[in-house]
């Protein structure tokens, strides 16, 4: 893109992706006039472009990338979601997708490369420059979803005794420096790095200082194996805008920058959020319906499992619900009531391991207090319910065994709630996964088993 | 902090926040060495003390602060989390508090001051110096959760007309800039931004060039008043560092940065995925007992209504139970795939929504893709629950009654749980909380209404 023309003041010439913008370019594709729309999207931001394609349907996207083929802007393919970007590169064919891996900066050349088929890696590879192919293989062997895969290889590094002069003298004259870039690191003979100046600070110093007098020397240095979850904690807390990546021994290898930690949060978050529901992370809206319903069928199997033995436990009961078939009718609401509380205690305990806020320190504090909220919830719910159900039913007695049924399924769900997702993130297991269905299927055993059997030795 | 410490090269001479420190701390803490728990604290990163706090128990944090009052880090009142920071200010007291406000960055002030009642903002603003409240004051003007209340107010911003040298020796010697910054603004006469340079650019130009030949010019410009959800989707899908706001004539008057728009991305993702399982705001660990429960009671009741309503249809068909009680048995299996198909169908929707992925461009296409995996699924959950149920009860009508059924619920549960958001999102509502109790409903009482009447048509 021509971010950096020279010349016209305006601060918007480029187009923007407005709904008006999407049904031109959408007319322009039915009607094949196939120029107009390739101008249209040429006028793009490459983030908004990429936006459009994921946006049009699969025919549409597949005549518009046809049309941009012969100048196909490599950022395009680096901001492209995995689903939409595999198609793209299919179509492309592997000879043009070199070409364009090899005008990306190495992080987004990494990024675009992993997600291939290793035949296909092995394919780009070969036919990238020797330099640049060396970077991303080096990469390529963190690994995935590690610092490793994230960092930028171009990094301003400079010795530590050098003057601030000399830092601007040295990044005046040095062509293969990265595009953008924050800080300065300064590295110890060994090219481990011992402190960073920002770039504000460097610009704002006299020339003969030293860079050491102007460092900060607290700096936080990422192992290039580090989770990209445990970096992106690490610039959220800090504030960060660039940090050092090392090698095993410390050396200075990269350098991540926050724009890519904004995207890894994104990602990390939809996968929470995704996975509290039980739904794949390939599940997005570009993939096709056969992988969606896959990706969906397993957390279904498990709900019907969890279903099936809580209809165990109602057949067990089969012979109360025939004498007084209220209580089919009022189960639902036993389970509802039980579900929703434990899904609101497994959110937030989820969340909370998430964030690093809890910690085994006020683990107990923090179930303690979710029981707590279950006896309260609960006794106000049993005293709402009971008198429902004895409205409903003229009896007081099936009102107060509703009742006490809601007060223990709140108490458990509490309990089991905010408990189950710390101990399995204690045995290594990803808490929000594992703890949903899990909860649902404890919290309707309890429910059912605690309603009906307090009816049938209490009312019959 | 001593972050700017000069001289020794240790990468992290300040202590981490490791499990052990922490138990350290409470040791000593619990013990009254109160001395000994102050140093250690003092040892600490600002954001890792504010972390320490939130994890105390509230009698030991009153303890540290009181301990810390003297030198109270400005910093760490702005890192915490607004229940327990609302405690501190609480303890510290008004006039500290205002101490320690004009500490802090305005964007940081402002954050602490929103939090706080109409009359403790009135008593610290008084209190403030003359220009720092009328920043202050300014950014209150701006709503709630508004780009107004992000940004900061000190912004390097130079005329057009100006060289690289002269923006260069400008920034060196004039004091009052932020403490750190990376661009610098270009303003036209009228102060309307028009272009942008990143610093590691004016650093690699030669001083006698003009900042517009090398200025970014299609710049994204913020108004005060954008909310800061919009905010953040330009800065990720820009990968922006910094961005100049802009009041209603236009004119530059703050900047936002992307350390802000990370806490934003944060905040935003936690309201979303606490919305989807009906839990209020201020729900955190660190709430009270009480705070907890009213959070999530009106949740509860709606998922009670909803519950009831479905216990309504039930009701209609008490005779049918009766005469075969293993309706009763299999209704949670019913209730409980409609209920996960809908659940998974609803996150994928409003995650799309909050990314902009699903628009009115694809909504069909996506609505009818979700009634394609409903039906797939539904199909082979059919046959699985069928054969299960066949075996169970030896009755393949019945089997077919609840095969029927599951496949008319996944195919609704698709179609509501993707349609349903989409229309809520257009009449102006959140589809997070809007949705997930009604979808409950809406299943539930189509899969009891399908099943038990179609038992009652046919196996009666």
Redesign the interface.
Known sequence: ?D????????????NELT?EF??TI?LALDQNETAEAKNLAQSL?Y??LA?LL??L?HAQRQELVEALRSDFDPNVLAEL?DTVRERVIDQLGLSQVAEVVAGLDTDDALEVVEELEPQEQREILESLPVGERALIEEGLSYPEDSAGRLMQRDVVAVP?HWSVGQA?DY??DTEN??????DIFLV?PRHN???TV???????T?REIDL???M??????VPGTMDQEEVAFL???????SAPVVDESNRLVGVIT??D???V??EE??E???R????GEA???YSA??D??KS??S??LI??V???I??YV??FF?GT??EM?????????V???GG??S??T???AV??LAM???????AY??IG?EV??GV??GV??AV??GA?TWGWYGSPALGGVIGLSIIINLIVAGFVGSSLPILLQRLGYDPAVASSAFL?SIT?VVG?YVFLGLAASLLL
Do not use: C
Request: net charge negative; charged share 25%.
């Open positions: 893109m971010e950096n023309v020279i010349g016209v003041y305006e601060s918007s010439a480029a709904s999407v049904d959408h931001h983030a908004d936006d994921e946006n349907a979601d530590l601007i990044m005046r420096l990265p595009t953008d870039f924050f110890d790095p011992v402190g920002p770039l504000s600070r460097v610009m704002r006299r050491t007098q102007v900060r020397k607290h700096i936080k240095i610039f959220r807390q800090r504030d960060l805008i926050v724009d930690i904004v995207d949060i994104h978050h939809e929470d959020i995704m509290l529901a039980g739904v599940d997005d809206l319906v056969i969606t319903m969906r069928f957390w279904l709900h019907l969890a279903a099936i809580a209809a109602i057949s089969a619900i025939e078939v209220a209580l089919a009718v009022l189960m639902p609401i389970a509802a009531m929703t509380a899904a609101q497994l959110t937030v969340r909370a690093k806020e809890l910690t085994m320190a006020n504090r923090t207090k707590a909220v309260l919830n106000i719910f709402l319910i429902v649902t309707d059912f």
